[in-house]
């Protein structure tokens, strides 16, 4: 089972960040958290990933609080591109191969 | 890079009859996954492989599906026979595995539609 809660839907207006919150507070010191995002009749797509600093790519930052009890996934400038099924999902860190174990997801609307 | 490829993209079957979705990985990536995806839901995994041995089958169905990854590289996922309710998504995955943490990266599916 998915270790992690998120909100089923959440809206967004086009060019406005898009903060996307996941509780994971059963998660243990070597799990990392995962994100990934699924557009319509697409497979998955990984985001970031983090274990407990923020982190920062082309596509998203990454907030982990400090107690590593929920994070929050951040889009800066949402475009009508960035509707998707966000996944938040922890998996543990000491092997490449761990499978990922999805729960249901946010279903972001990107708004015009 | 070129992706995970799998084919195909959509498949319609009777109830009963069989079906096989082929998945080639991203060259070198040494982990493969098949995830089944109903409409609605997560993906959920299937089976795990590692080479071209199976790491994880607990959640594949033995009665009806098998898989096998002959040679370590492409994988074939088979139904037979099929239900209703495996009308789903199958997605295949992969990664480098080999004990470094990394991104799986995914194919866009296979759409089955049985009737």
């Known amino acids: 089972d998915a270790k992690t809660t998120q909100p089923t839907s959440m809206d967004c207006a086009e060019g406005r960040a898009a903060n996307l919150p996941c509780n994971h507070s059963t998660i243990s010191g070597n799990e990392y958290v995962y994100w990934y995002r699924q557009i319509h009749s697409q497979g998955p797509q990984y985001i970031i990933h983090?274990?407990?600093n923020n982190e920062t790519n082309e596509m998203a930052s990454l907030i982990i609080t400090e107690d590593r009890k929920s994070s929050t996934l951040i889009l800066p400038h949402a475009t009508l591109r960035d509707t998707a099924v966000y996944y938040c999902i922890v998996r543990a860190s000491f092997s490449g191969n761990t499978p990922l174990v999805f729960g249901k997801g946010t279903r972001l609307s990107v708004i015009a | 890079e070129a992706g995970v490829a799998q084919s195909p993209r959509y498949k319609i079957i009777e109830k009963r009859q069989s079906v096989a979705f082929w998945c080639n990985p991203i060259?070198?990536?040494?982990?493969l996954y098949w995830y089944q995806q109903i409409l609605g839901q997560g993906p959920k995994l299937l089976i795990q492989f590692q080479n071209n041995g199976v790491v994880d089958d607990s959640q594949l169905p033995k009665d009806r599906f098998s898989a096998e990854r002959l040679k370590g590289v492409d994988s074939t996922l088979k139904i037979q026979p099929a239900k209703l309710e495996d009308s789903a998504v199958y997605l295949c995955?992969?990664?480098f595995g080999g004990g470094r943490n990394t991104e799986a990266f995914f194919g866009q599916g296979t759409r089955l539609t049985v009737v």
């Open positions: 060259s070198g990536h040494a982990t």
């Open positions: 995955a992969s990664s």
């Open positions: 983090g274990l407990k």
